[in-house]
Nanobody, 126 residues
Framework: HVQLVESGGGSVQDGGSLTLSCVAS????????MGWFRQIPDKEREAVAS???????SYIDSVKGRFTISRDNAKNALYLQMNSLKPEDTAMYYC?????????????????????WGPGTQVTVS
């Protein structure tokens, strides 16, 4: 079982930047396809970005060019660098690790309750 803990959320002004971090309880983070989701109240959670075992990345269109997902296997950490933040980026952000061992994973692969999820960190842009 993998435990994930996010940090780095907060309140920023429109156009500001934040970097979210997600630290895993295992030292084999490189063996997981991982991603970031976000959710606002009364809405479905939304896959924001994912990173495969080989480091290849994917993003939803609304964050391309503004957000960067990365991982540091030595630190057992996943990151989400968010630049040019907009009010519509306001949400609770969650880190997720895919549990079935897929090398590459889509948002659909990650959006399963059987995967490993962190408790979330709130991002507010005003």
């Amino acid at each position: 079982h993998v435990q994930l803990v996010e940090s780095g959320g907060g309140s920023v002004q429109d156009g500001g930047s934040l970097t979210l971090s997600c630290v895993a309880s295992v030292d084999t983070i490189g063996r997981y396809c991982m991603g970031w989701f976000r959710q606002i109240p009364d809405k479905e959670r939304e896959a924001v970005a994912s990173i495969a075992m080989d480091g290849s990345t994917s993003y939803i269109d609304s964050v391309k060019g503004r957000f960067t997902i990365s991982r540091d296997n030595a630190k057992n950490a996943l990151y989400l660098q968010m630049n040019s933040l907009k009010p519509e980026d306001t949400a609770m952000y969650y880190c997720v690790a895919e549990a079935a061992g897929l090398s590459y994973c889509s948002g659909k692969d990650l959006d399963l309750s059987d995967n490993y999820w962190g408790p979330g960190t709130q991002v507010t842009v005003s």
